[in-house]
């Protein structure tokens, strides 16, 4: 554990952290496949909570909200994505408190309509079938992505 190692990772560490925002568990994987001492790693990563660089709370809020705008999906896929980016299932949950029953049934109902217009000239009940499968592949609870079929036909 010399200073010049200590230094590397730190410097590797903001670099990752310039590029996109991570997790701490994710910065964490990085800097073990780079190499580094764990005890290294884990004193950094403690040093960059502390000094907001690296906060997972912030990253969880920012990835549902970005989500939720640009490439919409259920609760469900969204505490599914976060928990695979290592987010804390606590952490996980107060970021998706926000979203009501009823964004989660207008954001399936927006989806629904898109998709049966893009899917054309197929019969009713394929047309049905494939955006109930989307719907639920995206992580819309089944009722949700129901009454957004029932909505469109």
Known sequence: MSPEETRAALDYALKL???????????????????????????????????????????????????????????????????????????????????SEEAERAAAGDLAAARAAALGNLTREKKRKKIYDYLVRRGFTFDSAREAIERIQ
């Open 17 to 99: 952290l310039a590029i996109r925002k991570r997790t701490s568990r994710q910065l964490e994987l990085r800097l073990i496949e780079k190499g580094f001492d764990e005890e290294i790693i884990s004193r950094l990563i403690r040093n960059l909570e502390e000094r907001k660089l690296l906060d997972d709370a912030d990253f969880a809020k920012s990835f549902v909200q970005e989500k939720r705008n640009l490439r919409p999906m259920g609760k469900r896929r969204l505490e599914y994505e976060l928990k695979t980016k290592g987010i804390p299932k606590p952490v996980a949950e107060s970021a998706l408190s926000d979203i």
